[in-house]
């Protein structure tokens, strides 16, 4: 069985190795085809140091990204082919394909990139730091309270942007002498002032559900997937009501580390389609799509793991549940929401519409809903988070100006060069996802 195991590793490796290089070509002809980039020109940039597997966590920043570039212009700066090529076929903002630290060099030295955004942990992110005289800023790819949002890695930045309070206050139980009131800065959610996406069906009298779960985890403390735990059994109860539509969003990474995690989603998109089938008026959704937005404004009650998807949720204001781990060992923060959350356990799926009748018409648990939502991302308003975002940018370009001024007038030389150490444009080590 070992030679069998190291056999698939090695072709998979192979596999991987070519599709990488064929991506990197693909991306080097596109950007040829088109202008140069304007030179000292960008001011912001997002640094993306991971694979199209992970490109879920940069789809949610295009928007947020697109506005905020009218102020400030941005630029991706991608260190792997098969990112580039889907940022390139996507409505990303400019992207800058730099795989090799020498690569990554040269395009600094034409800029003038004062903030560094990053969405992730990915180890790679060390090498964007070598560079100062400019603010390296964490913004994440969703808000939650897995243990990867207390990371002892927030420490590597000069700030991190938190939707609100509760963030705070995660940080400040877990991190050592970590000066939260100086280093975060609140910007609630930028993405729910552009949610996106066209309805896939005509509403009618059906109750929409929305299940979303997460993927299995790399490791016990993270294993917050439900499909194979609680998935198969409730949507199985939910198709067979007639009343109910289901739709399914997955997450994009769910069977890579357990094939049989990927097959009980597999089962589960498979029900939906014979249903579907049976009853072309039900119209059940597998939504496998980059946009985000119209499954949480259309879905009356939704079902989510232990992920960012808690709390995209949580600041539509409207009724959810969240599955228990059925791990003992997976890590559940229960200092924030999750103290108060409407919980669903494995032994209780096949009776999940029960539960959700019961959720959906409790107005005590509606109310502390809404207080929930203002203390993991204060005002909920249309545009208030746009304008956090855009006013923690404006700060941070004011704050450059400052010292860079300081600089000068000290006497300070360029920012001396570092070495120019090669590193390929194969996938990296994935990081962590929400």
């Known amino acids: ?69 009218k102020a400030w212009p941005v630029v991706v700066l991608s260190r792997v082919a098969t990112g580039a090529q889907a940022l390139l076929a996507e409505d990303a903002p400019p992207v800058a394909f730099v795989p090799t630290v020498r690569d990554l060099e040269r395009f600094i030295s034409e800029q003038d990139i004062r903030v560094v955004l990053y969405v992730n942990q990915n180890t790679r992110n060390f090498q964007m730091f070598r560079y100062g005289r400019r603010w390296h800023v964490f913004i994440n790819h969703g808000e939650s309270d897995k243990m ?32 939260v ?16 996406g066209v309805l896939p069906y005509t509403p009618d009298e059906r109750t929409v559900v929305l299940y979303a779960p997460t993927w299995e985890g790399d490791r016990p403390s993270a294993h917050y997937g439900s499909i194979l735990t609680h998935g198969e059994a409730l949507v199985r109860a939910l198709l067979a009501t007639g009343t109910h539509r289901v739709i399914y969003r997955p997450h994009p990474r769910s069977g890579v580390v357990n094939p049989e995690y990927g097959a009980a989603n597999q089962r589960i998109i498979s029900a939906l389609a014979a249903a579907n089938a049976t009853d072309a008026s039900a119209r059940h959704v597998f939504d496998d799509g980059p946009e985000l937005g119209w499954q949480l404004a259309a879905a009356d009650v939704a079902i989510v793991d232990i992920s960012a998807m808690v709390y995209d949720r949580l600041a539509a204001g ?49 109310a502390r809903l809404t207080q929930w939502v203002t ?31 300081k600089a000068l007038a000290g006497g300070e030389e360029d920012e001396p060069e570092g070495d120019e150490a090669e590193f390929d444009d194969s996938e990296p080590e994935l990081s962590p996802g929400r």
Request: proline share 5%; with cysteine.
């Open 375 to 405: 203390h993991y991302f204060g005002d909920t308003s249309p545009g208030a988070a746009t304008a956090k975002f855009h006013a923690a940018i404006d700060g941070l370009m004011a704050d450059w100006d400052r010292w860079h001024e």
């Open 181 to 196: 009131d100086r280093r975060t800065i609140e910007i609630g959610r930028p993405q729910a002032d552009h949610y996106s």
């Open 318 to 366: 409207r009724p959810l549940m969240v599955t228990r781990p059925a791990d003992p060992l997976a890590s559940v923060d229960t200092h924030g929401y999750l103290q108060a959350c409407e919980w669903l356990d494995a032994a209780s799926a096949r009776s999940i519409v029960s539960a959700l009748a019961r959720v959906m018409g409790d107005d005590a648990a509606t």
């Open 148 to 179: 990867y949002m207390t990371t002892n890695q927030y420490k590597a930045y000069d700030y991190a942007f938190v939707a609100g309070q509760a963030a705070r206050d995660r940080l400040s139980r877990v991190l050592w002498d970590y000066d």
């Open 1 to 69: 069985m070992g030679l069998v195991s190291d056999a698939r590793k090695a072709v998979a490796l192979v596999r991987r190795a070519v599709a990488s290089r064929s991506a990197a070509r693909s991306v080097r002809q596109t950007l040829a085809a088109g202008p140069p980039h304007p030179l000292h020109h960008y001011k912001v940039a997002v640094y993306f140091a991971d694979g199209a597997v992970n490109m879920y966590q940069m789809r949610q920043w295009y928007k947020p990204l697109a506005e905020l570039a």
